[in-house]
Nanobody, 121 residues
Framework: QVQLVESGGGLVQAGGSLRLSCAAS????????MGWFRQARGKEREFVAA?????YYADSVKGRFTISRDNVKNTVYLGMNSLKPDDTAVYYC?????????????????WGQGTQVTVSS
């Protein structure tokens, strides 16, 4: 079992920046690839970014968001720059075994509770 707790969300103006954190506990963090997903109100949850042997990004955030991880601190981060109102959503981190598709939610075994990001125009 892996427990995931997100933090760092909040209210920011368009063009601003935030860094989300996701702290993991339980099984060995480095054994898992990590992903970030988001769900805007009234929309389906969508892939944002993932990190395993490489990093992967949704086209909508490429060049603005950066995913990273610290296996000593058991934490994965999502740096978000040049934020837009369309980035407003609840952001979730998730953990999956290596080798499964990064963009597929079904690949992920463990999920955090989410953190709200609101970008005002």
């Amino acid at each position: 079992q892996v427990q995931l707790v997100e933090s760092g969300g909040g209210l920011v103006q368009a063009g601003g920046s935030l860094r989300l954190s996701c702290a993991a506990s339980g099984r060995t963090f480095s054994n898992y690839a990590m992903g970030w997903f988001r769900q805007a109100r009234g929309k389906e949850r969508e892939f944002v970014a993932a990190i395993g042997g490489s990093t992967y990004y949704a086209d909508s955030v490429k060049g603005r968001f950066t995913i990273s991880r610290d296996n000593v601190k058991n934490t994965v981060y999502l740096g978000m720059n040049s934020l837009k109102p369309d980035d407003t959503a609840v952001y979730y981190c998730a953990a999956k075994a290596y080798g499964l598709p990064y963009k597929e939610q079904m690949s992920y075994l463990y999920w955090g509770q989410g953190t709200q990001v609101t970008v005002s125009s």
